[in-house]
């Protein structure tokens, strides 16, 4: 047996606030691991930028501390990140922008103006990506528009990701996965967009080369070497987005089965074998590999409602108030007493995708107390999701299985709302490494270490399956419909909140952090 069959490959996913690199063999087993974090900045309302350096140190760290916990040779580096991040780097490929990150929300009007005109809704078709503030192409519009003089003397726009891969291999390209998330991809020639391009005001030579997700580079720089213990000659798979690595990390890989995930935010994906986008509008689809395809939506507030829960309703609790609040909650009825929420504190994206919105309790009464208060809250996210869900059933979708991942999985009560809000049972997978694990698995095709992704479902082990109880099902089916419309019924009250912002108090900052 070779070396390179008794090595490891190493999946380094970038998150939002940390990154960390996870060694795993080609049975799927996790052999080595480490992270490294940094903050998420807030100097403005609305705003969400990083400082590449700080990420690239955090990698060099991550993936150190992985490769000296190793008795056993790297195969390769697989890559994987958060979607939506755009920096702007001079001639030289040094950042002269912050990175700006997915919940960066600055963008908000010029995605609306955009989101406004006919040629939008196709726009989002062809490209697979939501008109949203979370996307490049609106932020693109606002540098040109807000910071003209920047915006002229940056010579690339590039993604965390793609800047990384500068900075490890000296090689300017950008996956196919990653590229369906900018809003500048034409996801069904995988090209770049010339309409979405000429909105943007650049050319496509101010845009990384296009490379599959399977594409390989031949090695690190001698710096990158030094500094993580890795020979020169390493491999680095150049890898794909956290979204649909997370598919690939629950072993849904197969149609009918669909990824769900809570973590502080929370998304519903499903993988098919062709890209396309539902005629509303209302899901993403990018790129994994030319054969597979992540459809499905992502929402903003996840376990961030709970955290909020936390500190705005039970202060008293501290900051540890998690299973307080949880057995709390689960004193209060299915349906919370009549009581609604939309959770959208951090705005929303999936299925509307708009910047808009802002939380809401509806159907409050004398009788109410904290407990149906936070119970809808947990509620709220879970109809969220199931709002997902039924838009990517309407984009063509069979969804007959869920997997799940993420903290919300260590609530029992939080489990079976989710099995009870869809509909259908939900199982949740043994531990794995997410989009981590998804980038070896990649990474590994692409050296070809394993026959093909597919090996994914079976190295998945269920560790738990919860199946929904007949009659809070049928609440929540009853309960699902308005929820729904008080969206829309709401909408007039969010433009005039938002038309009265100036005038009014200045709004106080989130407390915490999207991740």
Same mark, same amino acid.
Request: glycine share 10%; charged share 15%; with cysteine.
């Given at each position: 047996?070779?070396?390179?069959?008794?090595?490891?490959?190493?999946?380094?996913?970038?998150? #939002?606030?940390?990154?960390?690199?996870?060694?795993?063999?080609?049975?799927?087993?996790?052999?080595?691991?480490?992270? +490294?974090?940094?903050?998420?900045?807030?100097?403005?309302?609305?705003?969400?930028?990083?400082?590449?350096?700080?990420?690239?140190?955090?990698?060099?760290?991550?993936?150190?501390?992985?490769?000296?916990?190793?008795?056993?040779?790297? #195969?390769?580096?697989?890559?994987?990140?958060?979607? @939506?991040?755009?920096?702007?780097?001079?001639?030289?490929?040094?950042?002269?922008?912050?990175? =700006?990150?997915?919940?960066?929300?600055?963008?908000?009007?010029?995605?609306?103006?955009?989101?406004?005109? !006919?040629?939008?809704?196709?726009?989002?078709?062809?490209?697979?990506?939501?008109?949203?503030?979370?996307? !490049?192409?609106?932020?693109?519009?606002?540098?040109?528009?807000?910071?003209?003089?920047?915006?002229?003397?940056?010579?690339?726009?590039?993604?965390?990701?793609?800047?990384?891969?500068?900075?490890?291999?000296?090689?300017?390209?950008?996956?196919?996965?990653?590229?369906?998330?900018?809003?500048?991809?034409? =996801?069904?020639?995988?090209?770049?967009?010339?309409?979405?391009?000429? =909105?943007?005001?650049?050319?496509?030579?101010?845009?990384?080369?296009?490379? $599959?997700?399977?594409?390989?580079?031949?090695?690190?720089?001698?710096?990158?070497?030094?500094?993580?213990?890795?020979?020169?000659?390493? !491999?680095?798979?150049?890898?794909?987005?956290?979204? !649909?690595?997370?598919?690939?990390?629950?072993?849904?890989?197969?149609?009918?089965?669909?990824?769900?995930?809570?973590? +502080?935010?929370? +998304?519903?994906?499903?993988?098919?074998?062709?890209?396309?986008?539902?005629?509303?509008?209302?899901?993403?689809?990018?790129?994994?590999?030319?054969?597979?395809?992540?459809?499905?939506?992502?929402? *903003? *507030?996840?376990? =961030?409602?709970?955290?909020?829960?936390?500190?705005?309703?039970?202060?008293?609790?501290?900051?540890?108030?998690?299973?307080?609040?949880?057995?709390?909650? %689960?004193?209060?009825?299915?349906?919370?007493?009549?009581?609604?929420?939309?959770?959208?504190?951090?705005?929303?994206?999936?299925? *509307?995708?708009?910047?808009?919105?802002?939380?809401?309790?509806?159907?409050?009464?004398?009788?109410?107390?904290?407990?149906?208060?936070?119970?809808?809250?947990?509620?709220?996210?879970?109809?969220?999701?199931?709002?997902?869900?039924?838009?990517?059933?309407?984009?063509? *979708?069979?969804? @007959?299985?869920?997997?799940?991942?993420?903290?919300?999985?260590?609530?029992?009560?939080?489990?079976?709302?989710?099995?009870?809000?869809?509909?259908?049972?939900?199982?949740?997978?043994?531990?794995?490494?997410?989009?981590?694990?998804?980038?070896?698995?990649?990474?590994?095709?692409?050296?070809?270490?394993?026959?093909?992704?597919?090996? %994914?479902?079976?190295?998945?082990?269920?560790?738990?399956?919860?199946?929904?109880?007949?009659?809070?099902?049928?609440?929540?089916?009853?309960?699902?419909?308005?929820?729904?419309?008080?969206?829309?019924?709401?909408?007039?009250?969010?433009?005039?909140?938002?038309?009265?912002?100036?005038?009014?108090?200045?709004?106080? $900052?989130?407390?915490?952090?999207?991740?």
């Amino acid at each position: 047996m070779t070396d390179r069959a008794l090595g490891v490959v190493i999946g380094v996913d970038v998150g #939002t606030t940390s990154t960390k690199a996870a060694a795993y063999d080609t049975r799927g087993r996790l052999v080595a691991h480490h992270s +490294a974090g940094y903050p998420l900045d807030e100097p403005h309302p609305g705003y969400a930028e990083q400082d590449p350096h700080r990420i690239h140190a955090a990698v060099i760290e991550a993936v150190r501390g992985a490769v000296a916990g190793l008795d056993r040779p790297v #195969t390769a580096l697989s890559l994987c990140s958060a979607m @939506h991040s755009l920096i702007g780097l001079d001639a030289s490929g040094t950042p002269i922008t912050p990175s =700006i990150t997915w919940a960066d929300s600055r963008s908000a009007r010029q995605a609306e103006r955009l989101r406004a005109v !006919p040629s939008g809704l196709t726009l989002h078709q062809r490209t697979g990506t939501p008109i949203h503030p979370m996307a !490049p192409l609106p932020k693109l519009l606002w540098y040109a528009e807000v910071e003209p003089e920047l915006f002229g003397r940056v010579a690339y726009w590039v993604g965390i990701k793609d800047w990384l891969l500068l900075r490890l291999c000296d090689a300017l390209v950008t996956d196919h996965s990653m590229a369906s998330a900018t809003g500048l991809l034409d =996801i069904h020639q995988l090209a770049w967009d010339s309409e979405a391009l000429g =909105i943007a005001g650049i050319t496509s030579m101010q845009l990384p080369e296009l490379v $599959p997700t399977t594409h390989v580079l031949p090695g690190v720089t001698a710096e990158v070497a030094a500094a993580t213990g890795l020979p020169r000659d390493t !491999p680095v798979v150049v890898g794909a987005g956290d979204g !649909p690595l997370a598919n690939l990390g629950l072993g849904v890989v197969a149609p009918g089965m669909a990824a769900c995930s809570i973590g +502080a935010s929370g +998304a519903m994906r499903v993988m098919v074998e062709r890209p396309g986008v539902d005629p509303l509008g209302g899901v993403f689809c990018y790129a994994l590999t030319e054969q597979r395809w992540t459809v499905g939506g992502a929402i *903003n *507030n996840g376990g =961030i409602v709970l955290d909020w829960a936390g500190e705005a309703l039970a202060p008293e609790l501290g900051p540890d108030a998690e299973d307080k609040l949880l057995a709390e909650a %689960a004193r209060a009825p299915v349906g919370s007493g009549g009581l609604l929420m939309l959770p959208y504190l951090l705005s929303e994206r999936a299925p *509307n995708w708009s910047a808009l919105p802002r939380g809401a309790y509806v159907g409050l009464t004398h009788g109410h107390r904290r407990r149906h208060l936070v119970r809808a809250a947990l509620e709220g996210v879970c109809q969220q999701l199931a709002l997902v869900l039924g838009a990517i059933r309407a984009a063509g *979708n069979e969804v @007959h299985e869920v997997r799940a991942s993420g903290g919300f999985a260590r609530s029992p009560l939080w489990r079976q709302m989710l099995a009870d809000v869809l509909g259908m049972p939900v199982r949740f997978p043994a531990g794995r490494g997410g989009s981590g694990f998804g980038a070896a698995l990649l990474g590994m095709e692409a050296l070809g270490l394993v026959a093909s992704i597919d090996v %994914a479902a079976e190295l998945v082990d269920i560790d738990e399956a919860v199946r929904p109880d007949p009659a809070a099902a049928a609440t929540y089916a009853t309960l699902l419909p308005l929820f729904s419309e008080l969206y829309e019924a709401l909408v007039p009250a969010f433009f005039t909140l938002r038309r009265l912002a100036p005038s009014l108090p200045p709004e106080p $900052p989130p407390v915490a952090p999207p991740k």
